[in-house]
Nanobody, 126 residues
């Protein structure tokens, strides 16, 4: 069983930055795609960013392009989400997800991911 553990959430002022981490552990980790999703209070979960493990190809939600950067460290089985220029609309619980099966790129629906972390809260204060 693969476990995904997010960290790095917290309270940040508008305009500030935060880096989230997602560490994978358990059986040999062999995901094809890693992604970050978020869910704000009263809203549906939404895709934020995804990255392929092998080639590092990335895809972003339009509203975070140019502000967020997803990256991975294959040796550490860890995925990061660097978030800059944060605003109140970025306040949410952020979830890390892993997909193992092949498929068309990009995968932006939650149902396309098999493993999930417990989430980490990011609160942006204005």
């Amino acid at each position: 069983q693969v476990q995904l553990v997010e960290s790095g959430g917290g309270l940040v002022q508008a305009g500030g930055s935060r880096r989230l981490s997602c560490a994978a552990s358990g059986r040999t980790f062999s995901s094809r795609v890693m992604a970050w999703f978020r869910q704000a209070p009263g809203k549906e979960r939404e895709f934020v960013a995804a990255i392929t493990w092998s080639g590092g190809i990335t895809h972003y939600l339009d509203s975070v392009k140019g502000r967020f950067t997803i990256s991975r460290d294959n040796a550490k089985n860890t995925v990061y989400l660097q978030m800059n220029s944060l605003n109140a609309e970025d306040t949410a619980v952020y979830y890390c997800a892993a997909r193992y099966a092949p498929g068309s790129w990009p995968q932006i629906r939650g149902a396309e991911y098999e493993s999930w972390g417990q989430g980490t809260q990011v609160t942006v204060s204005s």
